[in-house]
């Protein structure tokens, strides 16, 4: 569902998350002699990266990239590019309360309007659900 604003613009409804997916390496036991406690060190080496993306759940359209870390930096990112495949449509983008998305240095795109909504609410969000 879109509404028409003129000039071929278009106003979208966006729900916007992110996640981490990744691997922690498994720990397992160590052999010794009876009576001699292990002296190996535990490491917790991750390795992971975080999927950034927007449904439109009207419309089922998606988009989607990954980065490396959550922050205002790549948050950034994502949103300039949001703003590019969006084009000449202006969206107004669901999301929480984030420290990313909340970002004083935020450069916020002029098609990309946000609207945060209540704390500790994630049933509120429809891209929770995937």
């Not at 009576?35 to 993306?53: D, N």
């Not at 439109?56 to 359209?61: L, N, Q, R, S, V």
Request: aromatic share 12%; glycine share 6%; charged share 20%.
């Amino acid at each position: 569902m879109h509404y028409l604003l003129g000039n071929g613009k278009r106003l979208r409804y966006l729900c916007q998350d992110e996640t981490r997916i990744g691997l922690k390496t498994e720990t397992g036991r160590v052999i010794t002699a009876r009576g001699v406690k292990s002296t190996v060190s535990v490491q917790w080496p991750r390795e992971a990266f975080w999927l950034y993306g927007v449904v439109e759940p009207f419309a089922g359209w998606q988009f989607y990239q990954e980065y490396d870390h959550l922050n205002g930096e790549t948050f950034q990112k994502f949103l300039d590019a949001l703003s590019l495949e969006l084009g000449k449509d202006i969206a107004l983008i669901q999301m929480d309360r984030a420290s990313a998305h909340q970002a004083l240095a935020l450069i916020w795109p002029d098609n990309l309007i946000p609207i945060f909504q209540p704390a500790h609410s994630p049933q509120l969000n429809p891209i929770e659900r995937l």
